[in-house]
């Protein structure tokens, strides 16, 4: 697959990072390396532009309330048409955490409403009680891409004090077996919309936990039909396994 290039765009890396979310990138650099695929990593910060055309995954990570305060105008406002037609001509998205807030409506943070770049329908609310923390495993059901998709279990650490409540047009990422998810009480974890635009809460990294999922998202964003080559995941699968085993499932 030496013709094929994952171009990857990270929106707002130096303020959209503080749970180890640089992981992600790294794992996917890897990952396509060990294939043969090429990789490229861009940013794009403040007043920057994006080439909708330009990039086959768009990556956020997740920030402090301060944080996504001083990225959401320019995401809910200069970026979002990039945003919307980067999804809408099949580009991929994974959010994480402050970033999978940021892809709904708004963030209400008290009496101020923080706007979201509007691309998937929910809205977050930040609670007065207990953050949601935990190890938490949730089941999926994606999919086919690169021979992989059906059911399978994600596993990472949540940590958030905001409840995101999606609307009657959002499908979950999957639903909670262990852990809190989205609000603690729906049974849902996540957001799955369109060809692969993912936001979800889990963390610690995430992919690393789960490299299977790495390579559906990366296969996704290439269009990948076929099986990926195989590759020695003897180490990659103990780390899922003791994710799972945190979690208790």
């Not at 055309?53 to 995401?75: M, S, T």
């Not at 409840?163 to 996540?190: D, W």
């Amino acid at each position: 697959m030496a013709d094929r290039t994952l171009r990857v765009c990270a929106l707002f890396p130096d303020l959209m990072n503080i749970y180890a979310d640089r992981g992600n990138l790294l794992l996917l650099q890897q990952r396509c390396a060990w294939r043969g695929i090429g990789f490229t990593l861009t940013g794009a910060g403040h007043g920057d532009e994006i080439d909708p055309d330009g990039h086959d995954l768009l990556y956020l990570g997740g920030g402090q309330d301060r944080d996504q305060q001083l990225v959401a105008e320019d995401l809910a406002t200069h970026k979002r048409d990039a945003v919307h037609a980067h999804a809408a001509r099949g580009g991929a998205i994974l959010a994480v955490c402050g970033g999978y807030q940021l892809l709904g409506r708004s963030y209400e943070l008290g009496e101020e409403e923080i706007p979201g770049v509007g691309l998937v329908d929910l809205h977050t609310v930040r609670h007065d009680g207990e953050r949601l923390i935990g190890n938490v495993a949730i089941e999926v059901d994606l999919p086919p891409a690169g021979g992989i998709g059906g059911r399978r279990v994600l596993a990472g650490f949540e940590n958030h004090g905001g409840r995101t409540h999606l609307g009657p047009a959002a499908t979950p990422l999957g639903r909670v077996l262990k852990g809190h998810g989205n609000t603690g009480t729906s049974g849902h974890e996540g957001i799955l919309h369109g060809h692969a635009v993912v936001g979800t809460y889990l963390h610690g990294p995430l992919l690393p936990k789960n490299v299977w999922f790495a390579d559906w998202l990366v296969a996704r964003a290439l269009g990948i039909e076929e099986p990926l080559a195989a590759l020695d995941d003897t180490l990659e699968d103990a780390a899922h396994a003791s994710a799972r085993r945190a979690a208790g499932v």
